[in-house]
């Protein structure tokens, strides 16, 4: 069939009345290209040679979506990313991904096929973020599919992505926030409330906490991990992000709760010769295991209904937390160091709502200064 060339160079032919031109790739298997004339392919062959010699693999139109994000999963994202990370894009890929764009083949991806398919999900009740939460996955994956030359662009990235609406939050009050303290008061996991309340961690940093990130002396507590339910397994893994790994100053009434919090495990571990508590985790069961995050939550709920306040998401006492510290004028990067946010826009645009507090009491102390100026001045 073919015009021999020389060794690893390739070869031009006529199959089924096309030209076509197969060569090999450094782990000796064959690729094809082909064309309408054999200029044409030889033109085409000469190109793939070059990429192969470059170290970029040619586009395969027999790849697939669904075969490159299984790939994808695979090798570039398990072992590499957090197991929650690598849950939710395997969530992604499994449930929405390969059902709607899975036969495609990946050298074929358009922008407007990404398109269609967030319009689709958006029309079938699934929230913006969600639907963008999704082509972030796709648009990383593509990312690395262009790094190794599997397509020409990256095709999550031009498609537009939805618009999002802000997530609405309900961080407690001043006064609500009292009325939950003291309707917590001595109850078994009040020190992990009120921890959550006055630092902002999240449920996870929170539930991964261990005693030796516990400085009593100069009152700070130190995030290193934090704790998820990996296969029904409580793991402690990475924390969320790099700056999610910090050092923060705990409030007196906070710090005296996790004394006695420190006290009681002492004494527990007292009556057994067994580690009782086996991972050094501040907030354990009773018997000394890992807290369940949804329990958590429960409990949560529960001490809500008790102070007669509204029903709110454990997540937002962090936005409490936040929220109270903004409107006594703490400098927005301050916050950001305490939430662990990467960026100060990330702290900024979530709450944006509260600055207008901040920004009265800014002109009112304006007001101040230049009455008692002007006053002054006329003296």
Same mark, same amino acid.
């Given at each position: 069939?073919?015009?021999?060339?020389?060794?690893?160079?390739?070869?031009?032919?006529?199959?089924?009345?096309?030209?076509?031109?197969?060569?090999?790739?450094?782990?000796?298997?064959?690729?094809?290209?082909?064309?309408?004339?054999?200029?044409?392919?030889?033109?085409?062959?000469?190109?793939?040679?070059?990429?192969?010699?470059?170290?970029?693999?040619?586009?395969?139109?027999?790849?697939?979506?669904?075969?490159?994000?299984?790939?994808?999963? *695979?090798?570039?994202?398990?072992?590499?990313?957090?197991?929650?990370?690598?849950?939710?894009?395997?969530?992604?890929?499994?449930?929405?991904?390969?059902?709607?764009?899975?036969?495609? /083949?990946?050298?074929?991806?358009?922008?407007?096929?990404? *398109?269609?398919?967030?319009?689709?999900?958006?029309?079938?009740?699934?929230?913006?973020?969600?639907?963008?939460?999704?082509?972030?996955?796709?648009?990383?994956?593509?990312?690395?599919?262009?790094?190794?030359?599997?397509?020409?662009?990256?095709?999550?990235?031009?498609?537009?992505?939805?618009?999002?609406?802000?997530?609405?939050?309900? /961080?407690?009050?001043?006064?609500?926030?009292?009325?939950?303290?003291?309707?917590?008061?001595?109850?078994?996991?009040?020190?992990?409330?009120?921890?959550?309340?006055?630092?902002?961690?999240?449920?996870? *940093?929170?539930?991964? %906490?261990?005693?030796?990130?516990?400085?009593?002396?100069?009152?700070?507590?130190?995030?290193?991990?934090?704790?998820?339910?990996?296969?029904?397994?409580?793991?402690?893994?990475?924390?969320?992000?790099?700056?999610?790994?910090?050092?923060?100053?705990?409030?007196?009434?906070?710090?005296?709760?996790?004394?006695?919090?420190?006290?009681?495990?002492?004494?527990?571990?007292?009556?057994?010769? *067994?580690?009782?508590?086996? %991972?050094? %985790?501040?907030?354990?069961?009773?018997?000394?295991?890992?807290?369940?995050?949804?329990?958590?939550?429960?409990?949560?709920?529960?001490? %809500?209904?008790?102070?007669?306040?509204?029903?709110?998401?454990?997540?937002?006492?962090?936005?409490?937390?936040?929220?109270?510290?903004?409107?006594?004028?703490?400098?927005?990067?301050?916050?950001?160091?305490?939430?662990?946010?990467?960026?100060?826009?990330?702290?900024?645009?979530?709450?944006?709502?509260?600055?207008?507090?901040?920004?009265?009491?800014?002109?009112?102390?304006?007001?101040?200064?230049?009455?008692?100026?002007?006053?002054?001045?006329?003296?």
């Amino acid at each position: 069939m073919s015009q021999k060339r020389g060794n690893g160079e390739g070869s031009i032919g006529q199959y089924k009345g096309r030209w076509v031109a197969r060569y090999t790739l450094p782990n000796g298997r064959r690729r094809a290209v082909y064309g309408t004339t054999r200029a044409e392919t030889a033109q085409k062959l000469a190109a793939a040679i070059r990429n192969r010699d470059a170290g970029i693999t040619a586009l395969d139109e027999r790849t697939t979506v669904e075969a490159f994000l299984l790939q994808w999963l *695979e090798l570039s994202v398990k072992g590499r990313n957090r197991p929650s990370t690598h849950m939710a894009y395997a969530s992604h890929v499994r449930v929405h991904l390969v059902p709607a764009l899975g036969s495609t /083949p990946l050298a074929r991806l358009t922008p407007a096929d990404v *398109e269609r398919f967030m319009a689709t999900k958006l029309a079938a009740g699934l929230s913006p973020s969600t639907v963008a939460r999704i082509r972030a996955t796709l648009r990383r994956a593509l990312t690395v599919a262009l790094r190794q030359g599997m397509v020409v662009r990256n095709a999550a990235a031009l498609a537009d992505p939805p618009r999002n609406q802000p997530r609405e939050f309900t /961080p407690l009050s001043r006064d609500e926030a009292r009325a939950f303290l003291e309707t917590i008061r001595g109850h078994r996991l009040e020190a992990l409330f009120v921890v959550a309340l006055t630092t902002g961690l999240r449920q996870g *940093e929170l539930l991964g %906490l261990t005693w030796d990130g516990v400085d009593f002396p100069r009152r700070r507590i130190t995030v290193r991990q934090a704790l998820q339910r990996i296969g029904g397994e409580p793991t402690l893994v990475e924390p969320k992000t790099a700056k999610s790994r910090r050092t923060i100053t705990v409030p007196p009434v906070a710090m005296e709760l996790l004394r006695s919090q420190h006290d009681w495990h002492t004494a527990m571990q007292s009556t057994t010769d *067994e580690p009782w508590n086996r %991972l050094g %985790l501040v907030f354990t069961s009773v018997t000394g295991t890992p807290l369940d995050g949804s329990n958590v939550t429960h409990v949560f709920q529960r001490m %809500l209904s008790q102070a007669g306040l509204p029903r709110i998401r454990f997540h937002d006492l962090r936005h409490t937390c936040a929220s109270l510290l903004l409107a006594q004028g703490t400098h927005m990067r301050v916050i950001m160091e305490q939430l662990g946010h990467s960026q100060i826009s990330l702290t900024m645009n979530t709450y944006s709502h509260v600055m207008p507090e901040a920004l009265d009491d800014a002109a009112a102390l304006m007001q101040d200064i230049l009455t008692d100026d002007w006053k002054s001045s006329l003296s």
